[in-house]
């Protein structure tokens, strides 16, 4: 199984991104979906989460400004970034919990980062 991320970029204070991760590989199904963020000299910091029933949550510092959203037949989890600060400036990660085919354990994948920096 890959993560694939993407949308990470360079945006000014007040600026929006779209953040993208699509699942690939030997998927059966996909229980909950994260978005993690990790910045320098900060421990790594949950974002956002979503179930596979659409159920979301998400850090104080975010509340209000990101949106988390999925598509099931996609595999894709998104993160809509709106108010952007240069607090937000980080790696950010997205990780899944799936399911294989013809086995019922639940495994843990990472995507590989996108950088996103908040700076004018």
């Known amino acids: 199984v890959q993560l694939q991320a993407s949308g990470g970029g360079l945006v000014q204070p007040g600026g929006s991104l779209r953040l993208s991760c699509a699942a690939s590989g030997s998927i059966f199904s996909i229980n909950a979906m994260y978005w993690y963020r990790h910045a320098p000299g900060k421990q790594r910091e949950l974002v956002a989460d979503i179930t596979n029933g659409g159920s979301t949550n998400y850090a104080d510092s975010v509340k209000g400004r990101f949106t988390i959203s999925r598509d099931g037949a996609k595999n894709t989890v998104y993160l809509q970034m709106n108010s952007l600060s240069p607090e937000d400036t980080a790696v950010y990660y997205c990780?899944?919990?799936?399911?294989?085919?013809?086995?019922?354990?639940?495994?843990?994948?990472w995507g590989q980062g996108t950088q996103v920096t908040v700076s004018s």
């Open positions: 990780n899944a919990a799936v399911r294989h085919y013809r086995d019922s354990r639940w495994f843990s994948y």
